[in-house]
């Protein structure tokens, strides 16, 4: 890595950039879901990002984005979890390129995003990952995360994590 990367907020002109940055690396993740289509967080990112409750930061080196991670409102679609009357955000989105791992980048990318929800008044931070996601899980509880729940369908095994702030 030759220039410490610089983690920044996203304003409306890196959209683009952010979207095919985030794609790329959904698509290589997550190759079946890349088919269905764009996830509505990213097709309304402005609104979403820039304007609504959610929150996305991107690190640059030497001008290129090379890492990216976000926040959005939990919206209790897991009936296994309840956060009523916690305002509780789901951070999506993480994403470091290759080149740019094990230097300690997600981390700071989460602590940024962290101290941006303490100043939004959050009180959970919650996540989901998966087992087949190396180093996912550690990455999460070295984070702070607690697992509160993993679902046993044998492919996936969402492995649900959360945070109190």
């Known amino acids: 890595m030759s220039q410490r990367p610089i983690i920044e907020r996203v304003s409306p002109s890196d959209i683009h950039g952010v979207l095919s940055f985030v794609l790329l690396a959904r698509a290589e993740l997550f190759?079946?879901?890349s088919a269905t289509g764009m996830p509505d967080d990213l097709a309304r990112f402005?609104?979403?990002y820039l304007?609504?409750?959610?929150?996305?930061?991107?690190?640059?080196a030497e001008g290129r984005i090379v890492a990216a991670i976000g926040y959005l409102p939990y919206d209790g679609r897991f009936p296994q979890l309840n956060y009523l009357g916690l305002k509780?955000?789901?951070?999506?989105?993480?994403?470091?390129?290759p080149t740019f791992r094990r230097f300690g980048?997600?981390?700071?990318l989460y602590r940024a995003l962290e101290a941006q929800a303490r100043?939004?008044?959050?009180?959970?931070?919650?996540?989901h990952?998966?087992?087949?996601?190396?180093?996912?899980?550690?990455?999460w509880l070295r984070q702070g995360f607690e697992i509160v729940d993993v679902e046993a369908d044998p492919v996936w095994?969402?492995?649900?994590?959360q945070r109190h702030l």
Do not use: C, N, S
């Open 31 to 33: 190759p079946t879901l």
């Open 46 to 48: 402005e609104a979403v």
């Open 51 to 60: 304007h609504g409750d959610g929150q996305f930061l991107i690190a640059r």
């Open 88 to 97: 509780t955000v789901e951070v999506v989105r993480l994403f470091v390129l």
């Open 105 to 108: 980048l997600a981390g700071e």
């Open 119 to 127: 100043a939004d008044g959050v009180e959970v931070v919650y996540l």
């Open 129 to 139: 990952t998966h087992p087949f996601l190396a180093g996912a899980i550690d990455f």
């Open 157 to 161: 095994r969402t492995t649900h994590m």
